[in-house]
């Protein structure tokens, strides 16, 4: 007995699993340096909290946890909406209302973190 149906590359979920897989080890990392950071030298003034987010290396981190979070999301959305929603056209709709609304957020925590 023969398939007919094209099962595409046998790598089609291994990419999107690496990456889940990446950028959650980057948020426990990130979370986890943070939680730390805040433990030991706790700031307690605007001033302080300014000075700490002033620094380039931990806005690039920031805004690299803000996009792999971002990323993590629509990757785990973008899975369920092809496992539960059967009609295309539906799929095409819910896809793009949630890319453009990561997108948004996106160029929001660009915007925070580089005012």
């Not at 690496?18 to 990130?30: K, V």
């Not at 496992?83 to 609304?101: P, Q």
Request: hydrophobic share 55%; charged share 15%; net charge positive.
């Amino acid at each position: 007995m023969s398939s007919d149906r094209n099962l595409g590359s046998a790598h089609s979920g291994t990419v999107e699993w690496m990456l889940q897989r990446l950028t959650a080890l980057y948020l426990a990392l990130f979370l986890l340096f943070l939680g730390v950071r805040l433990a030991f030298v706790p700031p307690r003034s605007y001033e302080q909290w300014r000075t700490l987010w002033s620094g380039n290396l931990i806005r690039v981190s920031t805004l690299v946890f803000a996009l792999g979070l971002l990323g993590h999301a629509w990757i785990g959305l973008r899975s369920v909406f092809r496992d539960y929603i059967r009609l295309a056209a539906v799929r095409l709709l819910v896809e793009l209302t949630v890319g453009c609304v990561l997108m948004a957020q996106a160029l929001w925590a660009f915007r925070i973190l580089w005012r």
